[in-house]
């Protein structure tokens, strides 16, 4: 499978493979922790399992959680609740030993991973194949409606009654959900933490960033592709990879270079 990396920091690197003596003169794979979050309406035994039982093998520790947006869970909580799902996750891998900590999210779990990246102290963040971006057009002009009602329901005193909505994602287009007005808002408004393009600008300087770019991505992914390229933040070890793979697919196929890249930024950076 063919595959290409590039650095958008001041400094040309080489490649993402390191040798095993240098890590061994750093961080062990234990001492770096990851929270992974998979992608809209999964479960952690999906499509990023082989990258969470990757990194297990690895050494690393590993916290593989199921997301308010899984399909068992179905936005049961709100944006503001599910950052601290993250946040008690990465404690907990604090105390288990790791020294640096990392968020990787796929899909949506990518958008989640970039608004992580801007308001929690990890040591970096990976985005595969990004998508739902709540302040793109197509959502704006998708869920005006549902999100219309939710802003009423609020006005009128009924934001933790439940009610029908919507979501929406490229390959499905809209579906019914039910969850309260006040948790829909928090998820759907461009408002809220859901806004790519918010997170992104929110971004540390100096936060090192992964962006997983599968050249299979869905057609919509794939042209907003150098707009999110654009905003990743400009240091010497962001990183774009682009596998050979398809959107679902793109966890597996970057597993290896994703381990490869947490140690190399590991050897440079611990919270």
């Not at 080489?14 to 061994?24: D, E, I, N, P, Q």
């Not at 308010?68 to 993250?86: F, L, N």
């Not at 907990?92 to 990787?104: E, I, S």
């Not at 240091?235 to 290896?256: C, D, F, G, I, Q």
Request: proline residues 7%.
């Amino acid at each position: 499978m063919t595959r290409r990396s590039w650095s958008l920091g001041a400094l040309a690197l080489v490649g993402l493979g390191v040798s095993s003596a240098l890590w061994a003169q750093t961080l062990a794979p234990s001492a770096i922790g990851v929270v992974v979050m998979h992608g809209k309406g999964g479960l952690p035994t999906k499509h990023v399992a082989d990258l969470a039982s990757h990194l297990s093998r690895e050494g690393f520790r590993v916290a593989n959680l199921e997301m308010p947006w899984s399909g068992h869970r179905a936005y049961d909580v709100d944006a503001a609740a599910a950052q601290q799902e993250v946040l008690a996750a990465l404690d907990t891998l604090k105390q288990q030993g790791a020294q640096a900590v990392f968020v990787v999210g796929h899909s949506q779990g990518g958008v989640f991973a970039f608004a992580m990246g801007s308001r929690l102290p990890v040591s970096g963040v990976i985005a595969i194949a990004p998508g739902g971006n709540v302040a793109s057009s197509i959502y704006r002009e998708k869920l005006a409606e549902p999100l219309a009602r939710a802003q009423q329901a609020v006005a009128q005193g009924q934001g933790d009654v439940p009610m029908p909505f919507a979501d929406y994602e490229s390959s499905r287009g809209t579906f019914p959900i039910q969850t309260t007005p006040r948790v829909y808002l928090s998820w759907f408004d461009a408002a809220g933490l859901m806004n790519q393009t918010a997170a992104m600008k929110q971004l540390p300087a100096d936060l090192p960033v992964l962006l997983v770019a599968p050249t299979g991505d869905y057609p919509g992914l794939l042209r907003v592709k150098p707009e999110v390229v654009a905003q990743l933040p400009r240091n010497a070890r962001t990183r774009v990879l682009e596998p050979a793979a398809s959107h679902l697919n793109a966890p597996s196929a970057a597993k290896a270079d994703i381990a490869a890249w947490m140690r190399e930024v590991a050897s440079t950076r611990s919270q």
